[in-house]
Nanobody
Framework: QVQLVESGGGLVQAGGSLRLSCAAS????????MGWFRQAPGKQRELVAVVTSAGSTNYADSVKGRFTISRDNAKNTVYLQMNSLKPEDTAVYYCNAGSVPGIGSWGQGTQVTVSS
């Protein structure tokens, strides 16, 4: 399995932006799905965005138009650009890699806190 390390989380005011990075321990160009999930206190982990090996993307309705996922195979890194952040985006964000979203390898998570 590939090891994943997230970075880029932090505290930001509502309306602000953050960019999360997920660095993989080996090449990701053959990994079918790279994605970001999040889990808020007391809630289940939910899919935020995924990008396939072909570059296709899919987003949760709650983040469409605000978040952008991308992958740089040369750097073995996946990014999540988050704009127009809202307090309800507050959560621990996890990177995921595998053949199916939600299966496979997980990072340790990075905290994103959006203040109102």
């Amino acid at each position: 399995q590939v090891q994943l390390v997230e970075s880029g989380g932090g505290l930001v005011q509502a309306g602000g932006s953050l960019r999360l990075s997920c660095a993989a321990s080996r090449g990701i160009f053959k990994i079918n799905f790279m994605g970001w999930f999040r889990q808020a206190p007391g809630k289940q982990r939910e899919l935020v965005a995924v990008v396939t090996s072909a570059g296709s993307t899919n987003y949760a309705d709650s983040v469409k138009g605000r978040f952008t996922i991308s992958r740089d195979n040369a750097k073995n890194t996946v990014y999540l650009q988050m704009n127009s952040l809202k307090p309800e985006d507050t959560a621990v964000y996890y990177c995921n890699a595998g053949s199916v979203p939600g299966i496979g390898s997980w990072g340790q998570g990075t905290q994103v806190t959006v203040s109102s």
